[in-house]
């Protein structure tokens, strides 16, 4: 039976098996065992008198929310490593802690970049919808012509824990990398890649893939006009929504500047825009970074982990302090 004084927390979504199980004994849990997020009015209802919520990126987690929840609120743990759904200052003000789920999600979103930058210049979205229309095809010579990715100058916005992976997939395809932090890294970091300001590494990179976290800084960098300082004929890879302009990339498409592109997740999601979606030469993936069994499972550990630390009367492990907003990208 469930203990009504025990401390109350909200999960806003089904997650992996058994993580939410861990919280039965010490919480009084309230959970969405949906795939589907709650409606606001419910979230906000769901969530008063909550010690923790555990929140995904489609939570806005806001003032109306934290008051919602009321004055026994303590800590916001957001499945997601992106924490771009947080008032930070809002959350700082009550003094509610925020965390995230960084590291555990490193390897699986880089080999997504890298499926999606494969998928792109090889023309893999083309082909699949060919056949599956059922049209007429043939081998020929000049058949749906891809990019090859061996030596290939490869640049990496945002060279976090998910830049410096996928740099180091880049390594077996032989592909000089260079990238733009708000630091240069330390050189073990690195992994030789060369350290550029963001318009030297547009110009320099054949293949760009975009890593950088959404802060307010980074919405829309890449916007039409930082897009058209990359080569013609470029290949763009986004894996954080909201970062590149989606209705600028579109438009790069279109007009032939970029050869490719690839878009992990949207601004506004689940819309996807109408000016991408008619882009043939765009794979369109729906916010898959992340999605494996194995990361799945440690991400819901993860947040699971600092809500039952913050009950203890611990720091989250993973806390969350607020984003810059005016510094030059950062490291997810
Ligand atoms: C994105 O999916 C994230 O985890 O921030």
Redesign the pocket.
Known sequence: MTDTTAPKVLVTRRLAPGVVDRLHPACDVRHHDSEQPMARAELLAAAAGCTALVTT?DDTVDGELLDAAGPALRLVA???????NIDHAACAARGVAVS??PGV?TEA?ADMAWALLLAATRRLGEGERLLRSGRPWAWAPTFLLGLELAGTPLGILGMGRIGQAVARRAAGFGMPVSYHNRQRLPADLEQGARHLPLDELLAASRVLVVTA?LTARTRHLLDAGRIARMPAGAVLVSM??GVVDEEALAAALASGHLFAAAV??FEHEPAVPAALLAQERAVLAP?L??ATVRTRQA?GDLAVDNVLAVLAGAEPPTGVSPPPTSAPPSS?
């Open positions: 990126l957001n499945h997601a490593v992106g924490t771009h995230n789920t999600l979103t976290p954080t929504a992990d997740n916010h970074g992340s991400m997810p």
